[in-house]
């Protein structure tokens, strides 16, 4: 009965977690509903760029915010310019993936992407 009660909770958390909001958006006070404009929580989809882009702007300025960076620039980088999906790096509800990091060393100018 214990074993079986642990796994219930076990499961119960790992459900609870499971779409976790970025700290970021949790101090803005996001909701679900902000970004996935379904009705229903079940019917809830994955969101393509133009949801991330609705708040945070063109994909034009964000990469302006970076200009600083020059070349290494991953909003406008040599690569794709400024045409990247927001979902190759940046995850809602699971950790954030540098790309840029699979073929370069950006430890000394990229931050850990949130």
């Keep these: ?48 760029s133009n949801a991330c882009l609705s708040c945070h702007g063109s994909k034009e300025k964000l990469a302006k915010r970076l200009d600083f960076l020059k070349g290494k620039n991953p909003h406008n980088s040599i690569h794709d310019n400024a045409n990247l999906n927001c979902y190759t790096c940046h995850n809602e509800h699971k950790p954030s993936f540098n790309m840029c990091n699979t073929c370069h060393n950006t430890k000394t100018w990229m931050k850990e992407i949130k």
Excluded: G, T, W
Excluded at 35 to 48: G, V
């Design 1 to 48: 009965m214990r074993k079986l009660l642990m796994i219930l909770m076990f499961s119960i958390f790992a459900l609870a977690n499971e779409f976790l909001i970025k700290p970021h958006h949790v101090d803005v006070k996001l909701k679900c509903s902000d970004c996935h404009k379904q009705a229903n929580e079940k019917d809830y989809k994955a969101l393509d």
